[in-house]
């Protein structure tokens, strides 16, 4: 009996200690539902990173900015996020400006929707398999709401998305994470 109930706590804590996936369907296994800019991307049954999908943007002329996105609230009490996408580019064009790839962007908006700050999390030009790309990034005091960006940003070629996750880091947890270095002079 105390084995069961041994079991039964370490169960209940684990649960408790999982960490959410605040992004919305980020494995794309309920088509583009959660996401906004449906008529940009589409589903791919056929390369996927994991699971039965993954979405897919491409243009092959023109250089417009196709995007999905997805926004979410700040949780209470979140220090930081944990932000991971996995990216696979086909053919995508290299150009001048730097920032026309196959890109992700995590923006920061105020209680107005006012932009903050943005951080570009991964970004791929050419062919390239699958990669993942993952940062972690403090919230910006005013921050109310997190906006997910997957985009092919003004260039031609393919992009793939799977298995987007943002997870809510604790202050405790980001400098577990991210220790910082103390050094002492004598």
Known sequence: MKTFFLFCSLFLITITNAQTNLVKNGGFESDL????????ASISPYDKKTGKNSAMINQFVGNEWKALDQTF???????ALEVSVWIKSNAIETQKE???????IVEFTNSADKQIT?????????????????????IPAEAKNVRIMLALAQ?????????????????????????TTVTSEN
């Open 33 to 40: 539902i959660n996401w906004r800019g449906e008529e940009n």
């Open 73 to 79: 609230s700040v949780p209470k009490k979140t220090f």
């Open 98 to 104: 730097e920032y026309k790839n196959g890109a992700v």
């Open 118 to 138: 943005s951080e570009r999390i991964g970004q791929a030009v050419g062919s390239t398999n699958w990669t993942q790309f993952k940062k972690t990034i403090k």
């Open 155 to 179: 260039t031609n070629g393919t992009v793939f998305f799977d298995d987007v996750k943002a997870i809510a880091l604790s202050e405790e947890e980001y400098l577990k994470q991210n220790p």
